[in-house]
C-alpha cells in the first residue's frame, strides 16, 4: 500500500514551453501533497504545499505563477513549470499523506527529471 | 524556523560493519518528528526510520537504530551489518508535530559507500 506515482519519469522540453507533471496517490486517497525540487547533489527543496481543494501553499522564493500547483482531486496533483528556462532543469518529486495513513508519514513518488533545452 | 545539519557528505564502511550517520537540527518546538530518508540511485526516497520526540525510547527498525537525544538536539543514525544495497544517500528530516504544519525539512545528506 501507500504507492505515489509520477509521470513522466523524464521530460525534455524547448526553452519558453510549458510542460505538465504528474503525481497520482495510486492506493489513497491523499489529502496533502507536496512538491520538491532537487538539484543534483543537493538536498530536497520544499517548493509548496497544496490540499484537496485549495490553492497550494507556496515557499519563500517559489514563483507561483511559473510553478503552478492543482490538486483537484484526492487522488492527483499536478505541477506545472510554465515557460520553462534552462534554469528550470531539475529533478522534482512529489510526496503525499492523508487518508487512513499515519499523520506523520509522507509517501514520496519516484521522481521527475526535467531537462530544458 | 527548524534546520537539520548533517555534517558528513560522505561516509564510508566495511560490508557487515557498522557505521553512524550524524544529524543535529535546531528547534523551538517540543513536539515533533524525525526521520531518516533513503536515496538509493533510483532517485526513490524510502523511509529508513521515525522518532517522535515525545517518545525516549530510541526507534529501531531491523538493522536500523538512532540514538535520539532530545537536549543535544541530535538524532545520529546506526547501520549494523552493513550491506551492498545499503549504499545511497541518506537524508535526516524534521517535521513539526503541530496541526496544519506538516512539511518535512531536510539536512544536506550523507552519502553513504559500502566497501565490499
Known amino acids: 500500500g501507500a504507492v505515489v506515482s509520477q509521470h513522466p519519469s523524464r521530460v525534455i522540453c524547448k526553452s519558453g514551453t510549458s510542460v505538465k507533471i504528474e503525481c497520482r496517490s495510486l492506493?489513497?486517497?491523499?489529502?496533502?501533497m507536496f512538491w520538491y525540487r532537487q538539484f543534483p547533489k543537493q538536498s530536497l527543496m520544499l517548493m509548496a504545499t497544496?490540499?484537496?481543494?485549495?490553492?497550494?501553499?507556496?515557499e519563500q522564493g517559489v514563483e507561483k505563477d511559473k510553478f503552478l500547483i492543482n490538486h483537484a482531486s484526492l487522488t492527483l496533483s499536478t505541477l506545472t513549470v510554465t515557460s520553462a528556462h534552462p534554469e528550470d532543469s531539475s529533478f522534482y518529486i512529489c510526496s503525499a499523506r492523508g487518508g487512513t495513513l499515519s499523520s506523520y508519514e509522507q509517501y514520496f513518488g519516484p521522481g521527475t527529471r526535467l531537462t530544458v533545452t | 524556523a527548524q534546520t537539520v545539519t548533517q555534517s558528513q557528505p560522505e561516509m564510508s564502511v566495511q560490508e557487515a560493519e557498522t557505521v553512524t550517520l550524524s544529524c543535529t537540527y535546531d528547534?523551538?518546538?517540543?513536539?515533533?518528528?524525525l526521520f531518516w530518508y533513503k536515496q538509493p540511485p533510483s532517485r526513490q526516497m524510502i523511509l529508513v526510520i521515525r522518532?517522535?520526540?515525545?517518545?525516549?525510547q530510541n526507534a529501531t527498525e531491523n538493522r536500523f537504530s538512532v540514538n535520539f537525544q532530545k537536549a543535544a538536539k541530535s538524532f545520529s543514525l546506526k547501520i549494523s551489518d552493513s550491506q551492498l544495497g545499503d549504499a545511497a544517500m541518506y537524508f535526516c528530516?524534521?517535521?513539526?508535530?503541530?496541526?496544519?504544519?506538516?512539511?518535512?525539512?531536510f539536512g544536506t545528506g550523507t552519502r553513504l559507500t559500502i566497501i565490499p
Open positions: 522518532q517522535e520526540a515525545y517518545k525516549q
Open positions: 492506493d489513497f486517497q491523499a489529502t496533502t
Open positions: 528530516a524534521y517535521r513539526s508535530a503541530n496541526f496544519g504544519n506538516e512539511k518535512l525539512t
Open positions: 497544496s490540499n484537496e481543494g485549495s490553492k497550494a501553499t507556496y
Open positions: 528547534t523551538s518546538e517540543s513536539d515533533y518528528y
